[in-house]
């Protein structure tokens, strides 16, 4: 069946939604009058234009028109706690009645730190922002200032926030902050050690998520995370994970199922506890750099870095809500859910990638390896099928086919969506079989 037909059942899809939610769309062409396209935050743009939630409750979110979904999302993995959580809640109920904006040292940010360092073998001393992408831009800062080096190589289809993403493997453009970029391939062990060695007399830091969240839910290879740490080590570059997404796969994030241990690692999303959050942490002598009894200590500014709501949300969240028990079978339920989807898509061009509680689905007539495999994928147009008719069916998904399994979902909750998408398959065979080898 032609790529034409698929298009037309997209359209269709789309012009149906338009009817079943005059509400958003009212609500949208207001956003427009007063936001660029309606909007403050990209990813949360559908064509023809987004649902508007009105309120969460556990995982479920209700839109304005009153239907009500599934939250599959889990905002983007930063929320891992549901909408509702009762200790969290209390948390930051007594957090708001201490009073905000003290303007000083509370004890909440020092028991999150402690809390953090405990958890992520990496990290010895910490420092809080107030979003991933800040504590990224912190992170390449200490790196060049510890090692006097400018360069930083990171990956194409990496994405470390607004002003570090990396959509290909071409010199960076756009917004992206003007710091000495190489662009390497993701999980190319031999082109990468190359480029290591090649750059050793300036290459400052390796930047580099352990798996591609946003890159579509893509592990990194054992061997190329191990290659990264044993060539940074040899050159003096330091080697910093981004954990903003993954660090909620273990206990300790993927260092600590990897045992590769990086230098300086980046934290955000759940950790705040719902909150804006946002963290960079590692090796105490590189840490040091940022302690003001040094006459020559780089300052590290933030009106809101330990605000009272993210830090005290934040300790409450990692001690007593996500401890390491519950880290460790949320994600194996996450991995026995992966594997029951991929069940369900046995035989078809659906695949489903990613690790625990994080995964994203692609249509690949053969199995998705690398980056370059699911990138080359031209026609994006099952994914948004699959959008329209998961919200049909009562769940929330990203547009680009990413999930973010929340605490409050629920076997029955997966077990509907297995059925949802069989019924997904079943409906659109004609666009999901595999082409003949
Ligand atoms: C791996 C990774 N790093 C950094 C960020 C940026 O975090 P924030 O949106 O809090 O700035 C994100 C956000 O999606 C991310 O996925």
């Avoid at 999302?73 to 009645?97: E, F, K």
């Amino acid at each position: 069946m032609s790529a034409a037909v698929l298009s037309v059942f997209v359209e269709q899809a789309k012009t149906k939604y338009i009817l079943e939610n005059p509400k958003s769309a009212s609500l949208y062409e207001k956003a427009c009058l007063y936001m660029p396209g309606g909007n403050t935050r990209s990813v949360l743009h559908v064509d023809p234009f987004p649902l508007t939630f009105v309120k969460g409750e556990g995982a479920n979110a209700t839109d304005a028109d009153g239907h009500s979904y599934v939250d599959l999302v889990g905002n983007y993995t930063a929320g891992l706690y549901g909408h509702s959580n009762p200790t969290i809640r209390s948390a930051l109920l007594s957090a708001l009645d201490a009073g905000l904006s003290l303007c000083s040292a509370t004890p909440y940010e020092t028991d999150l730190a402690q809390a953090v360092c405990d958890r992520f073998p990496s990290i010895e001393q910490v420092r809080f922002t107030n979003s991933g992408t800040e504590g990224n831009l912190m992170a390449l800062a200490a790196a060049k200032a510890f090692t006097k080096k400018e360069k930083i190589l990171v990956f194409g289809h990496g994405y470390h926030g607004g002003v570090l993403l990396f959509p290909d493997e071409k010199e960076p453009h756009g917004i992206t902050v003007p710091h000495g970029f190489v662009v390497g391939r993701y999980n190319d062990v031999e082109r990468t050690r190359q480029i290591i060695k090649g750059n050793a007399s300036q290459l400052a830091a390796v930047l580099v998520e352990p798996m591609l969240g946003s890159g579509g839910c893509l592990p990194a290879s054992r061997e190329f995370l191990q290659m990264l740490r044993t060539e940074t080590q040899s050159v003096g570059a330091l080697l910093i994970f981004d954990e903003v997404m993954t660090s909620r796969l273990s206990p300790g994030g993927l260092q600590l199922t990897t045992g590769i241990i990086p230098d300086l690692t980046t934290l955000g999303k759940y950790i705040g506890g719902g909150m804006p959050f946002g963290a960079f942490g590692g090796r105490r002598d590189i840490m040091a750099l940022f302690d003001p009894r040094s006459p020559s200590y780089i300052p590290h500014a933030g009106t809101f870095n330990n605000e009272s709501l993210s830090m005290k949300g934040g300790y409450v969240g990692l001690t007593e809500v996500y401890t390491p028990e519950v880290a460790t079978r949320h994600n194996e339920n996450g991995d026995a859910f992966r594997a029951r989807l991929n069940n369900v898509a046995e035989g078809t061009s659906m695949r489903w990638t990613g690790i625990g509680s994080l995964m994203n689905v692609h249509f690949s007539p053969k199995k998705c390896e690398t980056v370059q495999e699911i990138f080359g994928l031209k026609d994006q147009s099952l994914r948004s099928l699959l959008y329209f008719d998961m919200l049909k069916a009562g769940f929330h998904l990203a547009k680009r086919g990413f999930i973010a399994l929340s605490l409050e979902v629920t076997p029955e909750h997966e077990e509907r969506f297995c059925e949802a998408v069989k019924e997904f398959l079943d409906r659109h065979q004609e666009f999901v079989r595999l082409q003949e080898a």
